[in-house]
């Protein structure tokens, strides 16, 4: 089963490859029209022209993740500090992350409710991340189990969301 999902994941990366390539090739001079894209003289048409190109590859794909915490400061110090995401204060009970894929916030709230969707974070390491999972307070709540394709651990973070960190190793 790890297997087809390597193979899953090579065509799914060749795949990624070849698109970009065909967006890229025109405007590297390439392929496809001849010297840049033409420029809009009007700014508005500009800008929205700009807004709308590169958004068609995102139409109807999962695009944010939302978390819900009662403790900002402790969420923000434990995804930075066990997955090193990059995050931006946006007020006193909003804040933005970046994990190099994906963005998301969280968002400050007087309960935290379990349960709904499940987040699942990749990473090479199972073993590494569940340590560093306990080692910023988060708590396992399903310690690590095969599946067909991989492996996988669930955690509560400090503010009780359920996510689940899963590798292919």
Known sequence: MVAEGRVRWRRALATAVRVWLVAA??????????????????PETAAAGE?????????????YVELSTTDMAATKAFYAGVFGWKLQDW????ASF??????????LVDRVVRGGPLVIIYAVDLEAAEASVRA????????IF????????????????????????
Do not use: K
């Open 25 to 42: 090739l025109p405007v590297l001079g390439c392929g496809g029209t001849a010297g840049p894209p033409p420029v809009d003289d009007d």
């Open 51 to 63: 807004a709308a190109m590169g958004q068609e590859q995102h139409d109807l794909r999962i695009d």
């Open 91 to 94: 007020g006193e009970d909003y």
């Open 98 to 107: 970046e994990d190099g894929r994906l963005t998301g916030g969280f968002r």
């Open 136 to 143: 910023h307070g988060g708590a396992i709540v399903q310690g």
């Open 146 to 169: 095969s599946f067909p394709g991989g492996r996988r651990f669930h955690f509560t973070d400090p503010a009780g969301n359920e996510l689940a960190v899963w590798s292919d190793r």
